[in-house]
């Protein structure tokens, strides 16, 4: 009995182990805006540059995780306006759970039916 248990809490050990290894380091439910200047990629692994601030984290970013919210052409405290973006990410699964993209766009009213 005392080796069984033993298994399940080594197991239950490792599983924790390797998930906090493979999990990104933002977390569901963050808040991501674009900061990277003059545009350039949405995915910026590639590039010599971080596009995404975490306001969640205070942290600066490649790529928003699954999940999240992502602010794009919000300019004010973190973010900027005027960008041209290239979207070179692809989401699996549910994806991003919030897109804003431009704070005077989203912020309008849709118009009701007469």
Same mark, same amino acid.
């Given at each position: 009995?005392?080796?069984?248990? @033993?298994?399940?809490?080594?197991?239950?050990?490792?599983?924790?182990?390797?998930?906090?290894?493979?999990?990104? +380091?933002?977390?569901?439910?963050? &808040?991501?805006? @674009?900061?990277?200047?003059?545009?350039?990629? !949405?995915?910026?692994?590639?590039?010599?540059? !971080?596009s995404w601030f975490d306001s969640t &984290? *205070? &942290? !600066?970013?490649?790529?928003?995780?699954?999940?999240? %919210? +992502?602010?794009?052409?919000?300019?004010? %405290?973190? #973010?900027?306006? #005027?960008?041209?973006?290239?979207?070179?990410?692809?989401? &699996?699964?549910?994806?991003?759970? @919030?897109?804003?993209?431009? *704070?005077?766009?989203?912020?309008?009213?849709?118009?009701?039916?007469?």
């Open positions: 009995m005392l080796n069984r248990k @033993f298994s399940r809490r080594g197991k239950y050990a490792l599983a924790v182990a390797v998930s906090s290894v493979l999990l990104p +380091a933002g977390a569901k439910g963050d &808040t991501y805006y @674009f900061q990277h200047a003059g545009g350039g990629d !949405f995915n910026s692994a590639l590039d010599p540059y !971080f &984290t *205070s &942290t !600066f970013v490649n790529l928003p995780t699954i999940g999240s %919210t +992502a602010n794009v052409l919000l300019s004010g %405290t973190n #973010g900027i306006g #005027g960008a041209s973006i290239n979207m070179n990410a692809v989401y &699996t699964g549910n994806g991003l759970s @919030f897109l804003d993209l431009a *704070s005077a766009i989203s912020s309008l009213s849709p118009r009701r039916a007469a």
